[in-house]
């Protein structure tokens, strides 16, 4: 069993920035990539970056592209995802989860077999 703690999140003004974590644990933790997503309000879950856990490599939506980072630590099972610039739309809850295999594309949340609980980012105009 693999268990994800995001955290990070708050409430900041439009153009500020925020930095969200994710840390996993359990003695059978691997992973194929890890990724971002985010729920508003009365809309459907989307894609926001994932990254390979082996090489590093990174993959983001046309939204959040030239502004957020998705970065990892290997050594400590940990996840970022620093978001600047931020705007309005951006508020929603962002979730954290971890793909084991290879099957399916990074960005399709079905594909992931871990998510976290979940941490609410509230950007104001």
């Known amino acids: 069993q693999v268990t994800l703690v995001e955290s990070g999140g708050g409430l900041v003004q439009a153009g500020g920035s925020l930095r969200l974590s994710c840390a996993a644990s359990g003695r059978t933790f691997s992973s194929y990539a890890m990724g971002w997503f985010r729920q508003a309000p009365g809309k459907e879950r989307e894609f926001v970056a994932a990254?390979?856990?082996?090489?590093?490599?990174?993959l983001y939506s046309d939204s959040v592209g030239g502004r957020f980072t998705i970065s990892r630590d290997n050594a400590r099972n940990t996840v970022y995802l620093q978001m600047n610039s931020l705007k309005p739309e951006d508020t929603a809850v962002y979730y954290c989860?971890?793909?084991?295999?290879?099957?399916?594309?990074?960005?399709?949340?079905?594909?992931?077999?871990?998510w976290g609980q979940g941490t609410q980012v509230t950007v104001s105009a």
């Open positions: 990254i390979w856990w082996s090489s590093g490599i990174t």
């Open positions: 989860a971890n793909k084991v295999t290879l099957a399916g594309r990074v960005n399709d949340g079905g594909r992931y077999d871990y």
